[in-house]
């Protein structure tokens, strides 16, 4: 735990997530009252850093390692909880039937080429699956819109509704310190995963508007939702725009004139990942990687750059 700044508390909370090792919570009090701004994924690792009970804990998305230790909180605290609606339907839709939330993921990847071995160990390997169970007991949680405001002592909150990263991703917004609480939409370090899991939908796309909307804030000092502070926040930004960019133009010289799966796309792109060749790469690296690269071809076929074809069961696209 770091010492005060802008009189934001920053948490590092270690989680068993290999590639990210920590994730950051915010803990914000009054003379009143206490906010939590995300949790990790459960209350023993907070202890030791809680000396007060929590009052209110806003959730930046839907993710297990942001989300996980909601349950012990609102058990321990009572704390009131707050999350964007569109990750509240989404949580809804997984523990109302989760069979068969798992049955349209697995046909997503299915039919996009994937192995179906591969796809079972994938989602044996995924935190949000594997641990379902922690989404089961919230209960009473308040769902958020976006410009909503919530109050801490003297601060005022403001939500801004990010999509992307998750269809209901939120960064939170203090306008007189000119501070903004990031969640996964923008870190430092790593560029967001941008998953497709629904091809009924543009995250990539969604993305990038939310990383133009952010741009329109006045913002000084931005916390992530996984390592350091970030100071230069419209620099980060056209880093990661400039990203995304690079990788579509990629995909679209990777596809030439041929027609390829998702997967064989997936597989044959370059990752900013320390492992020589795709069949090095981690099971779960590889579920990241494709539903990637499925947000990519989503992007590019909204925007007539590639056509997308049904052959076999398995649909291939081509510039």
């Known amino acids: 735990?770091?010492?005060?700044?802008?009189?934001?508390?920053?948490?590092?909370?270690?989680?068993?997530?290999?590639?990210?090792?920590?994730?950051?919570?915010?803990?914000?009090?009054?003379?009143?009252?206490?906010?939590?701004?995300?949790?990790?994924?459960?209350?023993?690792?907070?202890?030791?850093?809680?000396?007060?009970?929590?009052?209110?804990?806003?959730?930046?998305?839907?993710?297990?390692?942001?989300?996980?230790?909601?349950?012990?909180?609102?058990?321990?605290?009572?704390?009131?909880?707050?999350?964007?609606?569109?990750?509240?339907?989404?949580?809804?839709?997984?523990?109302?039937?989760?069979?068969?939330?798992?049955?349209?993921?697995?046909?997503?990847?299915?039919?996009?080429?994937?192995?179906?071995?591969?796809?079972?160990?994938?989602?044996?390997?995924?935190?949000?699956?594997?641990?379902?169970?922690?989404?089961?007991?919230?209960?009473?949680?308040?769902?958020?819109?976006?410009?909503?405001?919530?109050?801490?002592?003297?601060?005022?909150?403001?939500?801004?509704?990010?999509?992307?990263?998750?269809?209901?991703?939120?960064?939170?917004?203090?306008?007189?310190?000119?501070i903004l609480f990031t969640g996964d939409h923008i870190l430092p370090d790593i560029t967001p995963n941008i998953p497709l899991i629904s091809w009924d939908t543009d995250p990539l796309k969604d993305y990038l508007s939310s990383l133009e909307k952010v741009k329109s804030f006045a913002i000084k000092l931005a916390y992530p939702g996984h390592n350091n502070p970030i100071t230069n926040l419209t620099k980060r930004i056209d880093e990661l725009e400039a990203h995304h960019e690079m990788r579509l133009k990629a995909i679209l010289k990777l596809i030439g004139d041929r027609e390829l799966s998702a997967y064989e796309i997936a597989s044959r792109l370059e990752w900013d990942v320390d492992f020589p060749s795709w069949s090095m790469f981690p099971t779960i690296q590889r579920y990241f990687a494709i539903a990637e690269t499925l947000s990519h071809l989503k992007y590019l076929y909204v925007m007539g750059k590639i056509e997308r074809r049904e052959m076999g069961g398995v649909y291939y696209y081509k510039a």
């Open 1 to 178: 735990m770091e010492p005060s700044s802008n009189k934001v508390q920053r948490i590092e909370i270690p989680i068993p997530i290999k590639a990210l090792k920590t994730v950051n919570a915010y803990l914000l009090t009054s003379q009143r009252e206490s906010l939590l701004i995300d949790t990790g994924m459960g209350l023993e690792p907070l202890n030791k850093y809680l000396n007060r009970n929590i009052d209110k804990a806003i959730i930046t998305h839907l993710h297990i390692d942001h989300i996980g230790g909601v349950t012990d909180i609102i058990r321990e605290t009572g704390a009131e909880v707050y999350i964007h609606e569109s990750d509240w339907r989404r949580i809804e839709t997984l523990m109302n039937d989760p069979i068969r939330s798992l049955k349209n993921i697995k046909r997503l990847f299915l039919e996009n080429g994937t192995p179906s071995k591969l796809i079972e160990e994938m989602l044996n390997l995924h935190p949000g699956y594997s641990l379902m169970e922690k989404y089961r007991y919230l209960e009473g949680v308040n769902p958020l819109k976006d410009k909503d405001k919530i109050g801490v002592g003297e601060r005022i909150l403001e939500v801004i509704w990010t999509p992307g990263h998750s269809p209901g991703h939120i960064c939170i917004y203090e306008r007189n310190l000119k």
